[in-house]
């Protein structure tokens, strides 16, 4: 039956829901679940394989301008920068933030699926728990952190050890956390950084806004 006539709901139809995933990821990515016209191999293999894409694309650094020949480039300058440490509560915005703790791993995940990390490098997994202090339910990126060591080199949150954490069900959301008022909510968010790079390392939590600093947290057990 032609779309124009077809009355059922658009996540019904497999042409509207190809054009949201194109358009529109998360939209098509609800869809392909909603409805029955995919199988579920289908399913988790555009919803893996195109969430990834989404979050490499959203959370790609801008380049950085390379300086004329012949002057030193700076490190940039964290500014307004509130140091906290393993343990310690603090606010950011709207939310309350625990770092409970960083544990070290060279493989994530299960049987099923997992991941290595890179020669000399480990997969540093950050355990932490959020609290939403407003009055409604709130949905934020479940990947907003970044890891700094002591040579100002930054490291983001690893998609290949997100996606071992996810598919061993190890409290890793999927793209975006839903956050009750007044609850404290169970995260890990996993990084691969140089064995080199762990001395010294920082986790910073961007305060967001247009003159937002940047919380770190010194992770001293890193």
Partial sequence: MNDKL????????????????????????????????????????VSVLGSLLFLAIIA?????????????ASRPVVRDASHRRLGESFRVGDFTYLIERVERREVIGNALHSE??????VFLVVHYRVRDEGDSTARVLSDQF??????????????????????SGQQQDFLLSEL?????????????????ALAGLRLEIPEGGLFGGVVAVVLEDG
Avoid: C, N
Avoid at 116 to 121: D, E, F, L, S, Y
Avoid at 147 to 165: I, P, W
């Fill in 6 to 45: 077809d009355s059922s709901p658009w996540y019904s139809r497999r042409r509207p829901v190809i054009l949201a995933l194109v358009l529109f990821f998360p939209a098509g990515l609800y869809a392909i679940w909603k409805g029955e016209h995919f199988s579920k191999p289908v399913r988790w293999a």
């Fill in 60 to 72: 790609s650094p801008r380049p950085t301008p390379r300086p004329p020949s012949g002057e030193v």
């Fill in 116 to 121: 290595q990390a890179g020669a000399g490098a």
């Fill in 146 to 167: 970044r890891l700094v060591d002591a040579g100002g080199r930054t490291f983001e949150v690893s998609s290949r050890a997100s996606t071992a954490l996810m598919m």
């Fill in 180 to 196: 009750q008022p007044g609850i404290f909510k169970a995260q890990v968010s996993a990084f691969e950084v140089p064995v080199e």
